[in-house]
């Protein structure tokens, strides 16, 4: 009884140290600016839509949402194209140099984003792409890439091969039996890592700071407006910048564990 | 595997390779050239980088950072990892709370941060509601270092404590019951079992949580630049303020090289402290 008790208070105290913070902000971003100077006003005592209407609306945040889903959606699109047979060949096949092709895709994970973003732009002015949403997806696939590869192969590998090999027998081709029968048992998970990969380039500051001006991404433009904007501008930044991420990891939870796990091996 | 050794998985590896070498290997040729040019030879920018004094504040920083985090972050995403295992009723809604984090940008973070440990923020309002303090205690600001260092490291452990503790109970499913049960015959106590069963088995998976917690505490960006700016210089905000500030891509690229260089030596002591450990459990 007391066993019980005690793991409770513990396993509400945990909750409460990682929801208090994404609480607090969300509320923060619905207080009305009077509220917000009151001293005596701890929580508000109404809420209010305006800071993130000024937000999106006068602050170009709306602007800004829609290049991260650009830069988002190209650089998923692209790796996913440029990575998914990479992973089906490291499932499917046997052959010499896999193992340090499988190795020197995961030293790149430890490559510090720095290195990439200044000469990519020296490279960008020189053919006239740079500060576009473009270079930035571009960039942001050499991130999400390797993740892509490794997860897709992991991914191909829980399905058996002896699937396809039914259906070549029954006269699909090679790519036949991939496209028809492995690739729909693999949709869910190819879906729950393509949001994993939206989550990275949805996050990413650096890179889209450095490489763009105008055409800023939502983080990139709040890193370069927040901190001389005024407070309730931040939480509302802030609360924008999570919720979709939020509502995303919590469509994929019964991946978190496998995804985390492989692309950290 | 059925399929016969030929070409083909080299033509399946080809675009991610060219891909990776376009976009990882020339960008990493270039800031080698762009770091080691300058108007005073080879070595002109790390000269200016050493003689200025910031760069060896900046490196301290950093590891400072990273070496007061990084314990923290094991130490807690442990205990986390052993609490959440025991599988108690509802474990799975406390194992997707603790997920939170994972998803969240470190610019969140940061404003989450902030907006608690504002003038204004909820810690102040609070403390001056009970009547604790009369005046709003800063935690920002260039007269207030160490405060904002530690609000820093507060929400680094918050933010990236969820990555160990998700890599460490994914560990932790290889522990087998029966051993435990074979422990609890011979009268193990509860640390003994945790000692001399389940370090041992854990240790791969807290190397690679160390091993990846090091290096991306080793590029801490967001966090800082937007809570305490070039108050307290770090490496990557250093690469990113001569980068977009001072527009010397030459300064940036040094910066930016030391960054990679340690990562290496850290990725390279990890492979090398890893393998016989694997070797030993398999």
């Known amino acids: 009884m007391l066993k019980k008790f005690l793991i409770g208070f513990v396993a509400v105290i945990v909750s409460l140290w990682f929801l208090t913070p994404v609480v607090l902000i969300v509320i923060a971003s619905l207080t009305p600016s009077s509220d917000f100077y009151d001293p005596q006003k701890l929580f508000p005592t109404k809420l209010t839509l305006d800071h993130l209407y000024k937000l999106f609306v006068v602050l170009d945040g709306w602007k800004a949402t829609l290049n991260s889903l650009e830069v988002a959606g190209i650089s998923i699109g692209l790796s996913f194209l440029v990575g998914l047979p990479a992973g089906f060949a490291l499932t499917r096949y046997v052959f010499p140099g896999k193992n340090a092709f499988r190795l020197s895709i995961l030293l790149t994970r430890s490559f510090p984003v720095m290195i990439i973003a200044v000469p990519l732009l020296v490279l960008y002015i020189r053919i006239g792409i740079s500060d576009t949403l473009l270079g930035v997806a571009l960039a942001h696939t050499s991130m999400i890439l390797p993740f892509v590869v490794l997860i897709t192969s992991s991914i191909l590998s829980g399905i058996s091969v002896e699937y396809e090999e039914a259906g070549m027998i029954f006269g699909l081709s090679r790519f036949g039996a991939f496209a028809k029968i492995t690739l729909p048992l693999a949709l869910p998970g190819l879906a729950a890592s393509a949001i994993f990969a939206f989550i990275m380039s949805w996050n990413e500051v650096f890179i889209a700071s450095v490489l763009t001006l105008i055409n800023r991404t939502l983080p990139a433009h709040i890193l370069n407006t927040a901190m001389t904007s005024p407070d309730y501008f931040k939480f509302a930044a802030g609360t924008v910048m999570a919720l979709p991420a939020m509502v995303f990891i919590f469509f994929t939870r019964k991946y978190l564990m496998s995804m985390w796990g492989i692309s950290l091996k | ?282």
């Open chain 2, 1 to 282: 595997m059925v399929y016969r050794k030929d070409i083909i998985p080299f033509l399946l590896l080809l675009p991610t390779l060219a891909y990776l070498v376009l976009f990882l290997g020339y960008p990493l040729v270039q800031t080698f050239i762009l770091a080691f040019t300058s108007d005073k030879g080879a070595f002109g920018n790390f000269q200016q980088l050493i003689s200025t004094g910031e760069f060896w504040k900046t490196l301290k920083n950093t590891l400072l950072i990273t070496g007061v985090v990084v314990p923290l972050q094991l130490v807690l995403a442990l205990l986390l990892a052993l609490f959440v295992n025991m599988r108690f009723r509802g474990y799975t809604i406390v194992l997707y709370i603790i997920s939170i984090p994972l998803a969240l940008s470190d610019v969140s973070a940061a404003l989450m941060s902030y907006s608690i440990f504002a003038p204004m923020g909820y810690l102040n309002k609070l403390l001056l509601k009970l009547d604790i303090i009369q005046y709003p205690i800063y935690f920002f600001g260039f007269m207030f270092k160490t405060r904002e260092f530690w609000v820093i490291v507060l929400t680094e452990v918050w933010r990236a404590t969820p990555l160990v503790f998700v890599i460490i109970l994914a560990g932790l499913q290889a522990v087998n019951k029966e051993y435990l049960e074979a422990a609890d015959i011979f009268g193990f106590s509860a640390w003994q079992k945790f000692r001399k069963i389940i370090l041992p088995i854990l240790k791969p998976s807290i190397l690679s949580a160390l091993l990846i917690r090091t290096i991306f505490a080793f590029q801490i960006f967001g966090v800082v630049w937007l809570l305490a700016g070039r108050d307290i210089p770090i490496l990557a905000g250093e690469a990113f303020y001569w980068q977009t500030e001072v527009n010397n891509a030459h300064m940036a690229s040094a910066y930016a090289l030391i960054i990679a260089l340690v990562s290496l030596i850290i990725s390279w002591a990890y492979l090398t402290f890893l393998k016989p450990a694997q070797g030993s459990t398999a």
